[in-house]
């Protein structure tokens, strides 16, 4: 018995994006938090290696392409588990941040792979999630971003 459960081959986990959340955004790039719901088949943990992502915005200012790891994050075995990953993607230029200003609406795609796997064997499983920002979440995270300016004073109401 136990010959076959050694030999049985290990089943890929799957990933729903659920949704995305811009976090912060200024000169260097756009940091996201992408929330998903994994399911692992298998009967033993999982863990999440790495993710790697890249994005559109407005279907034409373009992110580059970001590999971080994601610090610890398990898939349990034959359950589905929430997981929220955050990236920070660099703009290609930052004068295409400029385009997004004044629109009522941003859409967005956010394309990639999340590194699922153990010490010896890891899969690649593919995602793409799609939305949109408004104007107020992008001042929001572009305020955000402010508060990690060292020397930048506090402005009550305005910056938390």
Do not use: H
């Not at 200024?26 to 790495?50: A, C, E, K, M, Q």
């Not at 629109?103 to 064997?121: F, N």
């Not at 995602?127 to 402010?146: I, K, R």
């Amino acid at each position: 018995m136990w010959a076959l459960v050694g030999c049985s081959k290990p089943q890929p986990p799957t990933l729903t994006p659920k949704q995305g959340k811009l976090e912060a955004i200024g000169p260097s790039g756009v940091t996201l938090s992408i929330d998903f719901d994994g399911y692992n088949p298998n009967g033993f943990d999982l863990s999440v290696r790495s993710v790697r992502a890249t994005g559109t915005f407005n279907n034409n200012v373009a992110l580059r392409e970001v590999t971080s790891a994601p610090g610890v994050v398990t898939l349990r075995a034959k359950a589905t588990s929430p997981i929220t990953l955050r990236v920070t993607i660099p703009w290609e230029s930052v004068t295409a941040m400029a385009q997004l200003v004044g629109r009522a609406s941003v859409p967005y795609q956010i394309t990639g792979a999340v590194t699922v796997g153990g010490e010896r064997l890891n899969v690649e499983v593919p995602f793409t999630l799609n939305g949109s920002v408004t104007q107020a979440e992008l001042t929001a995270a572009g305020l955000n971003s402010l508060k990690n300016i060292p020397g930048l004073p506090s402005l009550p109401g305005l910056i938390p």
